[in-house]
């Protein structure tokens, strides 16, 4: 059941743009004084660099899938030949599908619904 129906438009306004970041992201606070964030990080031997504006908790997106491995993408056992089409449903800002597309042969394709 959606809750802000029932809350006046101003407040329906509010709680969309502050809270839901903080009820999704564990926390994060985001800064209105930072207009983006770049963060270049290391997958294997290649360093990957992603850029998000100033509403997405990008530091802990990439802790989640790259060094707490979320996913469980090293225990996946890819073979060196082959095409592999992996489709990403809600790809949010793209870190999983940057780490996917490091696989030999892969190609990701994202869909993201939230503009």
Same mark, same amino acid.
């Given at each position: 059941? !959606?809750?802000? @129906?029932?809350?006046? @438009?101003?407040?329906? @306004?509010?709680? !969309?743009?502050?809270?839901? =970041? +903080? =009820?999704?992201?564990?926390?994060?606070?985001?800064? %209105?004084? /930072?207009?983006?964030?770049?963060?270049?990080?290391? =997958?294997?031997?290649?360093?990957? @660099?992603?850029?998000?504006?100033?509403? $997405?908790?990008?530091?802990?997106?990439?802790?989640? /899938? /790259?060094? +707490?491995?979320?996913?469980?993408?090293? !225990?996946?056992?890819?073979?060196?030949?082959?095409?592999?089409?992996?489709?990403?449903?809600?790809?949010? /800002?793209? =870190? $999983?599908?940057?780490?996917?597309?490091?696989?030999?042969?892969?190609?990701? $394709?994202?869909?993201? %619904?939230?503009?």
């Amino acid at each position: 059941m !959606r809750l802000t @129906k029932w809350l006046p @438009k101003p407040l329906q @306004k509010f709680v !969309r743009e502050r809270m839901t =970041v +903080y =009820v999704y992201t564990y926390g994060f606070r985001p800064s %209105p004084s /930072v207009v983006d964030q770049a963060l270049r990080f290391r =997958v294997g031997d290649r360093y990957l @660099k992603l850029t998000a504006d100033h509403r $997405t908790a990008l530091y802990d997106m990439i802790s989640e /899938v /790259v060094a +707490y491995d979320c996913y469980q993408l090293g !225990r996946v056992r890819w073979s060196d030949h082959g095409e592999r089409r992996i489709v990403d449903i809600g790809a949010n /800002v793209g =870190v $999983t599908a940057l780490v996917l597309s490091q696989i030999p042969g892969a190609q990701v $394709t994202c869909y993201e %619904p939230d503009p």
